[in-house]
């Protein structure tokens, strides 16, 4: 009984509070609390997002920041034709891309910088342990290796189709990409997932 | 294609809900009947669940503090951007000054220079043409020039001419030039 209320309740709330769209608009407006409030709404999803691309949480939190200050500095470019999730998801989504770029330069030129006696160098695999599997905390570890290493057109997709749940067309959106691509490269991410972690997946 | 292949690729529609009923009975008969293909789907049906369920991460405490400042900073930028702006421009303005220096030298020099360069050329031509009075027919119109006047103090006599009023020197000067231009003759085509 009190759960149906609690229910009835946060379904108030929710048909009460005001829609991303109507949010934006009032921050177009000057209304900062509007602004306030998109912070506090899309934070978390926007983080769970960035982090799957860049598998770092404080280089995740930079890129988030990096696009509520986007949204806050460009927000007269949004446009009410389009939902305001798939903007700020292509906002997070371009800068993490960037991010991603950035570091793979660095990585070149630490590499390039290594002298000839600098060579045996250990990249730590922390995934190696015989008792990786038993734990849960590690495979959930492990399956978000997996999906790190999915290549970036796959892994992309999985994460906001999986994880993020969002539509195939929201996706096609959000990434720029035709219907069909999104979707073949889902099924061909999650396809590469199944192999690399059928080991976890039969238990 | 095999019953396994068709099944593997419709697996997924099936999971977004978009396989009609006829498929997805045709499905379930395979399934029925291969335990591959069932395998495959468990794990597929595990592995969305895992994804689905993986721990929610979080943003730091201080991440609306940090935007904050950051947002705070971003607007003092703006506020204080007129001085930085003003030097912006006053280095521009001088960014042009000094380019159109340059251009203005460079135009002065080409046409000071140019013409010495030219007639120096003429002269030496001129010279030997003269000197010989032999000249060997290469293709080009070639003259012989007598006494050739310096081109440039043609020029400068020229200018001189066009700002100041005829006197006699510069009546000299044009009944000079034309006889030079007599002196010019064709010598061979």
Redesign the interface.
Same mark, same amino acid.
């Given at each position: 009984m009190l759960d149906k209320t609690n229910d009835k309740v946060d379904k108030k709330q929710v048909r009460n509070s005001p829609s991303d769209e109507e949010l934006i608009s009032r921050f177009q407006e000057g209304d900062i609390y509007a602004f306030e409030k998109i912070v506090q709404r899309y934070k978390d999803p926007l983080i769970n997002f960035v982090y799957h691309f860049l598998g770092d949480r404080i280089d995740a939190e930079d890129v988030i920041q990096e696009t509520f200050l986007r949204v806050f500095k460009k927000k007269h470019l949004y446009r009410k034709v389009a939902k305001f999730s798939t903007w700020i998801y292509t906002i997070a989504s371009n800068l993490a891309k960037t991010e991603l770029r950035r570091r793979r330069r660095r990585r070149i030129l630490s590499l390039s910088q290594m002298g000839y006696e600098s060579k045996d160098y250990d990249v730590p695999d922390i995934f190696s342990s015989p008792e990786r599997v038993v734990d849960s905390d590690m495979k959930e570890k492990e399956i978000r290796k997996e999906i790190e290493d999915l290549p970036i057109k796959f892994r992309e997709v999985v994460v906001l189709r999986d994880i993020q749940e969002f539509s195939y067309e929201e996706i096609s959106t959000i990434l720029n990409i035709p219907l069909g691509t999104v979707k073949s490269r889902v099924n061909r991410g999650r396809l590469r997932l199944q192999k690399n972690l059928r080991h976890l997946l039969d238990k | 294609m095999s019953p396994c292949q068709w099944f593997?690729e419709c697996i997924?529609d099936l999971f977004?809900g978009e396989l009609d009923i006829a498929r997805r009975k045709e499905l379930e008969r395979h399934m029925k009947e291969c335990p591959h293909c069932a395998?495959?789907l468990?794990?597929?049906r *595990?592995? %969305?669940s895992?994804?689905?369920n993986?721990?929610?991460? %979080?943003?730091?405490d201080n991440?609306?503090i940090?935007?904050r400042e %950051? *947002?705070r900073r971003?607007v003092a930028g703006k506020r204080t951007s007129a001085v930085p702006s003003f030097y912006i421009t006053r280095r521009w303005v001088h960014a042009f000054g000094i380019a159109l220096i340059v251009i203005t030298v460079g135009f002065w020099v080409l046409d000071h220079h140019q013409p010495i360069f030219r007639s120096q050329e003429n002269a030496f031509q001129a010279i030997h043409s003269s000197s010989s009075f032999e000249s060997r027919f290469d293709g080009n119109i070639q003259y012989v020039v007598g006494d050739f006047t310096d081109r440039i103090s043609i020029s400068r006599e020229n200018k001189k001419r066009s700002t100041e009023t005829p006197n006699e020197d510069s009546l000299l000067l044009q009944k000079n030039l034309e006889e030079i231009k007599a002196r010019l003759t064709p010598v061979s085509f």
């Open positions: - | 593997r997924f977004d395998s495959f468990n794990q597929i *595990i592995l %969305k895992h994804l689905r993986l721990m929610p991460i %979080k943003t730091s991440f609306q940090l935007l %950051k *947002i971003e």
